[in-house]
T-cell receptor, first 110, second 113 residues
Framework: NAGVTQTPKFQVLKTGQSMTLQCAQDMNHNSMYWYRQDPGMGLRLIYYSASEGTTDKGEVPNGYNVSRLNKREFSLRLESAAPSQTSVYFC?????????FGSGTRLTVV | GQQLNQSPQSMFIQEGEDVSMNCTSSSIFNTWLWYKQDPGEGPVLLIALYKAGELTSNGRLTAQFGITRKDSFLNISASIPSDVGIYFC?????????????FGKGTKLSVKP
């Protein structure tokens, strides 16, 4: 059981570059989420998708876009990376009760 | 939006000690969840609580869903070195926003020097 798979695990970007973080889940969950984790800030929701075809902004959506490609996949795009987006990014999917997390993408923007 | 206040922010443990942490909210939740995050990994679900007053154990971990539905606590008995990590509470509200899953800021457990 793979659960939630995120790629890449590590990435270094230059300011202004773009990239897409990929996430896929094999648990047939309707809901998927993108969080960022910064020291002392806990998990902050960037975007979520309650079901295939729908996406909504979370607490910190600025500078990001998302695509719910199908039920399995939910990608996060940084169009023009900024140093403030240096963080660890987690994708999660959930059933009616709990969220299940990927192992994270550590992104550094220089 | 809804917020969870988790305390303490950090604590040091000595092997064998009991540990307690809690989460409070101004809003009602239908489900409370407790997660643990090891360094370099994503949070992993420890315990899920489904109804007010519920007390649930998972090995040395015990969690309770508060009667008011606005709080929850997690106890760890007889701590061991592998208990170190960050513990997150999360509340689930099926009628709310933010994807219905709200996280506290975490309690970081470290070993006493």
């Amino acid at each position: 059981n793979a659960g939630v798979t995120q790629t890449p695990k590590f990435q270094v970007l230059k300011t202004g570059q773009s990239m897409t973080l990929q996430c896929a889940q094999d648990m047939n969950h309707n809901s998927m989420y993108w969080y960022r984790q910064d020291p002392g800030m806990g998990l902050r929701l960037i975007y979520y998708s309650a079901s295939e075809g729908t996406t909504d902004k979370g607490e910190v959506p600025n500078g990001y876009n998302v695509s719910r490609l199908n039920k399995r996949e939910f990608s996060l795009r940084l169009e023009s990376a900024a140093p403030s987006q240096t963080s660890v990014y987690f994708c999660a999917s959930s059933d009616s009760v709990a969220g299940f997390f990927g192992s994270g993408t550590r992104l550094t923007v220089v | 939006g809804q917020q969870l206040n988790q305390s303490p922010q950090s604590m040091f443990i000595q092997e064998g000690e009991d540990v307690s942490m809690n989460c409070t909210s101004s809003s009602i939740f239908n489900t409370w969840l407790w997660y643990k995050q090891d360094p370099g990994e994503g949070p992993v679900l420890l315990i899920a609580l489904y109804k007010a007053g519920e007390l649930t154990s998972n090995g040395r971990l015990t969690a309770q869903f508060g009667i008011t539905r606005k709080d929850s606590f997690l106890n760890i008995s007889a701590s061991i070195p592998s208990d170190v990590g960050i513990y997150f509470c999360a509340g689930r509200n099926y009628g709310g926003s933010q994807g219905n899953l709200i996280f506290g800021k975490g309690t970081k457990l470290s070993v006493k020097p």
